[in-house]
C-alpha cells in the first residue's frame, strides 16, 4: 500500500473517529440531562406531597386537640383557633348523629357521605387522618380523630381554600391548580414539565387532583437545540485535521514519494526542490544527491575499464588470428622447402632450420605477448596455483566458501593461450556469480573424460532462466562463449532460478597440442 493511500485511511479514520466522538457526547449530554429531568421531577412531587401532607398534619393535630377537650368535658368550648371562619366542627356517634360545635355554609343534612353505612362502620381509622369529598359542586376536605370515652369522631371540614393553591404555586416555583383525576399526567415537549397530586375520598380512592406546572431550572439537551454548537465544533476539528493532513502531506508525504521515486529512478531530477532544506528531507536530498553522482562516476570508469579491456582482447585476438597465424604458416612454408632440397644441401638445411627457429622463437614472444594482455594472465607459477589464486581471493574479500580441484598433470598439457583463455574463463563465471548470482559458494574443476578435457565452475547463486540468455549475455555469456570457441570447446550453461549455476567446457585432449 502506498504512503498516499495510508495517509487518505488514516485522514478518513480521524474525521470519522471525531465524528463518532461528538455523537457519543451529544449522547451522553442528552442521557445526563434526561436523568436529571427524572430527578428533578421526582424531587417536586416529593416536594407538592410534602406541603399537602404538612398542611393537613397540622389541621389534623388541631382536630386532636379539640377531640382530647371533648372527651375531658363534653359541654367544653373548643378553643384551638381554626384555619378559618369557613371551618365546621362536626362530632358524629356510631348512630349517624351529629352534633354541630361550630357551624358554617355546610349543613349535615346536605352530607350524602354521612347518610353512608360503610362510612360510619370501618372507614375512620383510630388513629385520625383525613379525605376528602364533593357535596353540591363544592371541594371539601375534612380531618377527623376520635374522642375518649364517648366512643364518638370528631370532624373538622373547610372547603377546599384557593389560598391554599397560590401558596403551594410560590413554594413549588410554578403554577398549581386543582383538577380532575382523569387529567393525565403527560410532560410537555420543551423546557415545561408537569406533575400532580391525588386527593383520596374516605375509600382511598382518587377524587381529584393537585396539579403543579413549570419551567425546568435547566435547559433541556436536544439536537435541535445543541446541533448549532456541534456543527460549529465538527467543522473545527475537520478543518484542523485537514490543515494538519494538507501540511504533512505538502512537507513530508510528497517529499518521501519522490525519494521513492529518485532511488527506483536513480534520478537526481526528483529531489531537487529540497536540496536547500535544512531538515531530514534535505540532508537525505543531499545524501541521494551525492550517491548519484559517485553512482554516475563509478559506472563511468567502469564503462571505460570495459572499453579498455575489450580492446586489450580485440587485439589479442587480432595477433593471434593474423599475425601468428601468417608465421605458423610461414614456418610451414619453409618446412615445405626444406623437404624438397637434396639431402647433401646441408647448408641450406641448416639455414632453414635457423629461420624456422626464429620463427618459432618470435610466435612464443608473441603468444607470451598476447598473454601479457590478459588481465592478470598466468603469473603462478602453475595453472593450478593461478586458478585456486583467482578463487581463493574471493574467500578472504567477500567471505565466500571456495573450493578447487585441478588435475595438475593435465593441466601441463594446456599451452599458455589455452591456460589464459581458462583463466579469464574463470574470471568472468566469478565475476558473474558474485556481481549477478550474490552467490555465497562457488567451485573450479578440471579432469579427463575419456578422450575428453572437461572443465567445470559452478555456484549457488541467483541462477537464471536458460531460456532466454538475451538478458544475460553481452559481456558475460558472450565473452565466455566466445572463449571456449577460440579453445575449441563446447560451452553448455545450465542454470535454474534460486539453484546456481554450472558452466561446462568440453574439448578434446588431443587439441590442446596445437594452438
Avoid at 219 to 248: M, Q, R
Wanted: aromatic share 8%; charged share 20%; with cysteine.
Amino acid at each position: 500500500m502506498s504512503i498516499s493511500r495510508k495517509f487518505a485511511l488514516t485522514f478518513s479514520g480521524l474525521t470519522l473517529g471525531l465524528f463518532l466522538a461528538l455523537l457519543c457526547l451529544q449522547w451522553f449530554e442528552v442521557r445526563a440531562q434526561t436523568q436529571q429531568r427524572h430527578l428533578f421531577l421526582s424531587e417536586q412531587r416529593t416536594f407538592l406531597r410534602h406541603w399537602i401532607t404538612a398542611d393537613h398534619q397540622s389541621l389534623l393535630e388541631e382536630t386532636r386537640g379539640m377531640a382530647y377537650e371533648l372527651s375531658k368535658n363534653s359541654s367544653a368550648a373548643l378553643s384551638s383557633p381554626l384555619p378559618s371562619s369557613d371551618t365546621q366542627i362536626w362530632e358524629l356517634d356510631s348512630s349517624g348523629n351529629t352534633t354541630i360545635h361550630r357551624s358554617g355554609n355546610l349543613r349535615p343534612d346536605d352530607v350524602k357521605l354521612l347518610d353512608t353505612t360503610s362510612f360510619l362502620k370501618g372507614s375512620l381509622r383510630p388513629e385520625g387522618g383525613w379525605f376528602y369529598f364533593h357535596n353540591n359542586g363544592a371541594f371539601y376536605n375534612a380531618t377527623y380523630a376520635p374522642t375518649q370515652g364517648r366512643q364518638n369522631w370528631l370532624l373538622q371540614i373547610r372547603e377546599w381554600d384557593p389560598g391554599f393553591l397560590r401558596k403551594l404555586s410560590t413554594l413549588m416555583d410554578g403554577s398549581v391548580s386543582l383538577g380532575s383525576v382523569d387529567r393525565a399526567e403527560s410532560q410537555p415537549d420543551g423546557d415545561r414539565y408537569l406533575i400532580s397530586h391525588n386527593l383520596n375520598d374516605w375509600r382511598g380512592q382518587p377524587l381529584m387532583a393537585v396539579t403543579a406546572h413549570g419551567r425546568y431550572p435547566f435547559s433541556a439537551a436536544t439536537w435541535t437545540e445543541s446541533k448549532t454548537p456541534v456543527i460549529v465544533f465538527l467543522t473545527f476539528g475537520v478543518s484542523v485535521i485537514f490543515t494538519l493532513a494538507l501540511s504533512l502531506h505538502r512537507w513530508v508525504i510528497t517529499p518521501l514519494n519522490d525519494i521513492k521515486a529518485s532511488l527506483i529512478n536513480e534520478q537526481i531530477k526528483p529531489v531537487i526542490p529540497y536540496l536547500n532544506r535544512s531538515d531530514e528531507i534535505g540532508r537525505v536530498a543531499r545524501l541521494i544527491e551525492n550517491t548519484g553522482a559517485q553512482r554516475d562516476a563509478l559506472r563511468k570508469s567502469e564503462s571505460e575499464l570495459q572499453n579498455a579491456l575489450d580492446e586489450r582482447n580485440q587485439l589479442g585476438r587480432d595477433l593471434h588470428d593474423g599475425i601468428i597465424q601468417s608465421l605458423y604458416g610461414t614456418g610451414m612454408t619453409l618446412a615445405t622447402i626444406q623437404a624438397r632440397l637434396p639431402g647433401d644441401d646441408a647448408i641450406n638445411r641448416a639455414s632453414l632450420d635457423q629461420s624456422r627457429a626464429s620463427l618459432n622463437e618470435a610466435i612464443l614472444d608473441l603468444r607470451n605477448f598476447i598473454t601479457g594482455l590478459e588481465p592478470e594472465a598466468i603469473k603462478q607459477p602453475t595453472f593450478t596455483a593461478a586458478i585456486t589464486g583467482l578463487i581463493n581471493s574471493t574467500e578472504t574479500e567477500l567471505k565466500v566458501k571456495t573450493k578447487c580441484s585441478i588435475d595438475e598433470n593435465l593441466a601441463r598439457q594446456l599451452s599458455i593461450t589455452q591456460r589464459a583463455h581458462l583463466l579469464q574463463i574463470t574470471r568472468e563465471a566469478l565475476s558473474n556469480a558474485l556481481r549477478h548470482g550474490e552467490a555465497t559458494e562457488v567451485s573450479a574443476e578440471l579432469q579427463v573424460n575419456g578422450s575428453y578435457v572437461e572443465y567445470h565452475f559452478r555456484d549457488n547463486g541467483r541462477g537464471f532462466t536458460t531460456t532466454n540468455n538475451s538478458a544475460h549475455e553481452g559481456h558475460g555469456l558472450e565473452n565466455l562463449s566466445n572463449r571456449a570457441r577460440d579453445l575449441g570447446a563446447t560451452f553448455s550453461v545450465q542454470s535454474t532460478p534460486g539453484m546456481g549455476t554450472h558452466l561446462k567446457l568440453t574439448f578434446e585432449l588431443s587439441r590442446t597440442k596445437i594452438a
